[in-house]
């Protein structure tokens, strides 16, 4: 069974699948739709992505499953973006690459060069995951995956803030107020104090080309689960109970659906639902020791979808054709009332398409910590014919929460949502997904030459 059919449910069931083979029966429980948080909302017929709207370029698990399901790249759109500190932009972005170097350099000296630095020394140990996972090897907890890839220096940025990190190499307090702190907000809506991993990885995205899918990222979710002919139970799961038969473990699901209360038995279970006390009624029966309490909290986050036309004066511009950005980050002012705003494109680009003017009304998506009140949508918008307001509990309040949680909850039954507390994107969900199912087979096939190895570079290179 998995719980949950969101990314990180359908990729378990595929990889489950790739792994078990095809006689493996695959149901997946999911309460709301397909999709999880890669939702879509509609304005005029037309459907936006409402969050997780871009993947990086070195995303390899995304890049497969796009592959595989024979989904496209949606065709990008150019734009400018700047940085909105609530009186004036402290940078902006221009059609000159040079010149944005130029300007970065003016302003913030080398430290642009340096957070470059530390961010690819990151990445380039990070894909070092798909080596591993290419050759069989799975890991039963985030420590020795971190560990794995980056030795202790990776599980102690998941200690320590990424501001901390940065201003250790070199990089200035103000390249971090100005910078970093705009590109956290408009990703985990928090600040610099985000710990290390999790804010490289999310500048890796803001510095790298990224690219969605063509009809909506959710589309890898429903092409996973019909590729694997995975059973979606549309139920809501209450509770896992512990049975055993023939000396192995058996899962009994509890569950509620429509026709009323239901439950099955498994011999393994993935749960990729969190399981914090805040986002779950989950309980867990028969398991001795006792399943543990999961600490920390999530952060709230809302997206209004806006269909309306932009109050350019807010920002400077009292001539609204003069307004040159698609996309306005925010820093960390007291004041400032959302994290980031962008003119969001349609999921299907057709090749006519073309962005509308800035005096025209356009479809914006404005990202905040509260829902927006009427005074402040007065103040981002001159008038608007449509407010859809989406408020969700997406990310770890990174800060709550120093232990990272556990991925082996039993014997068979592993936890996947753990993962976003080292860092949250769809590929980190993917990572986890292809390791639940590498450890659930190889523990499964009692393959433990295959578990938490040491010193993984070396045998993999033997191996080859």
């Not at 592959?67 to 940078?91: C, M, N, P, Q, T």
């Not at 991993?197 to 790298?208: H, Y």
């Not at 918008?381 to 509990?393: G, I, K, L």
Request: aromatic letters at 12%.
């Amino acid at each position: 069974a998995v719980v949950g059919a969101g990314l990180g449910g359908s990729a378990s069931a595929y990889f489950l699948q790739q792994h078990f083979g095809p006689q493996v029966q695959l149901d997946v429980y999911e309460a709301a739709g397909v999709g999880g948080r890669l939702a879509t909302v509609t304005v005029n017929k037309q459907q936006y992505e409402s969050r997780g709207a871009s993947i990086h370029a070195l995303s390899l698990h995304m890049q497969d499953f796009v592959k595989i399901l024979g989904l496209k790249h949606r065709r990008e759109v150019a734009g400018k973006s700047a940085i909105f500190s609530g009186e004036h932009f402290v940078l902006e972005e221009t059609d000159w690459y040079l010149l944005n170097l130029f300007r970065l350099w003016w302003h913030y000296g080398i430290s642009f060069l340096r957070l470059q630095m530390w961010v690819e020394e990151v990445m380039e140990k990070f894909m070092r995951i798909y080596k591993y996972q290419a050759h069989g090897y799975a890991f039963s907890s985030l420590e020795e995956l971190l560990r794995s890839l980056g030795g202790e220096a990776f599980v102690n940025m998941t200690q320590r803030s990424v501001a901390e990190s940065l201003l250790e190499v070199g990089v200035t307090q103000r390249f971090v107020d100005d910078v970093i702190a705009a590109v956290l907000r408009s990703s985990y809506g928090q600040s610099v104090l985000v710990p290390a991993f999790a804010g490289a990885m999310s500048l890796a995205g803001a510095q790298g080309s990224t690219w969605a899918v063509e009809g909506g990222n959710k589309l890898v979710c429903s092409g996973l689960l019909k590729l694997t002919k995975a059973n979606v139970i549309s139920a809501r799961v209450t509770g896992i109970s512990l049975h055993s038969s023939e000396g192995r473990a058996l899962y009994q699901i509890h569950y509620e659906s429509t026709e009323g209360q239901g439950s099955a038995f498994y011999d393994m279970v993935v749960v990729t639902t969190p399981l914090h006390p805040s986002r779950s009624n989950f309980t867990f029966h028969n398991f001795d020791p006792p399943v543990a309490d999961f600490p920390g909290a999530f952060q709230p986050s809302v997206t209004s979808v806006v269909h309306g036309y932009l109050n350019s004066s807010y920002f400077g511009f009292p001539d609204p054709k003069l307004f040159p950005f698609t996309s306005i980050l925010t820093t960390d002012t007291p004041d400032l009332f959302f994290h980031a705003m962008d003119n969001i494109c349609p999921v299907n680009i057709s090749a006519a398409f073309r962005r509308k003017q800035p005096q025209e009304a356009a479809v914006w998506r404005v990202l905040s910590q509260q829902p927006l009140d009427k005074h402040q949508l007065k103040t981002l918008f001159r008038s608007y014919y449509s407010v859809q307001v989406t408020e969700w509990q997406t990310w770890p309040r990174y800060d709550a929460a120093k232990a990272l949680p556990p991925v082996v909850l039993h014997e068979s039954l592993f936890y996947l949502s753990g993962v976003e507390w080292v860092a949250s994107s769809m590929e980190m969900t993917a990572v986890a997904a292809k390791n639940v199912a590498l450890l659930a087979y190889n523990r499964w096939h009692q393959d433990l030459e295959k578990i938490d190895q040491k010193d993984l570079m070396h045998k993999v290179k033997t191996e080859l």
